[in-house]
Structures are given as structure tokens and as C-alpha cells.
């Protein structure tokens, strides 16, 4: 299937009419996505590694930080 816009704001769709179109295009898809696609290999370069680790570290910190905010949240209210 495919759609055109046409001036108007109009759109011109083609959809199959007979089973063979839309079989031969289900197996056609079918066969595509059943093919697994090569797996991507990125050298991650030393500065890459240092950010990742220093955003891992921070990422660490800010939830240690909100878990004692909500300990001492917990504690002022229980005494109150």
C-alpha cells in the first residue's frame, strides 16, 4: 500500500484488492524481517568510557542523596 497527498490536503491511497497482492506481500515482509540484521560494532574510545563512568558515578550519588532525603523525611515525621 502506498498513500499520495495531493493538493488539498487530499490523499490518494492504493490498497491491494486481491488476496494474491496482499499474500505475496505478507510473505515477502515476512521473509524480510525473519533475516536477522548484522550486529553493529562501535569501538568505544577511552574518553567515551571515562564519561560513561563519570555519568554512572553521578547517577549514583543523586540516588544516595534522594534515599537519605527520604530517610530523614521519614525520621522527622515519625518523631513529629
Known amino acids: 500500500p ?3 497527498l495531493k ?3 487530499k490523499v490518494d491511497v ?3 484488492t ?3 497482492d496482499l499474500n505475496a506481500q505478507y510473505e515477502a515482509e515476512l ?3 525473519s533475516h536477522k540484521a548484522p550486529e553493529e560494532k562501535r569501538e568505544i ?3 567515551e568510557k571515562q564519561d560513561d563512568y563519570y555519568r554512572g558515578f553521578r547517577s549514583r550519588v543523586v ?3 534522594i534515599i537519605c532525603n527520604f530517610g530523614l523525611v521519614a525520621v522527622v515525621l ?3
Open 2 to 4: 502506498s498513500a499520495n
Open 7 to 9: 493538493p488539498g490536503g
Open 14 to 16: 492504493n490498497i491491494p
Open 18 to 20: 486481491d488476496d494474491g
Open 31 to 33: 521473509n524480510h524481517i
Open 45 to 47: 574510545s577511552m574518553s
Open 63 to 65: 540516588l544516595f542523596w
Open 78 to 80: 515519625s518523631t513529629a
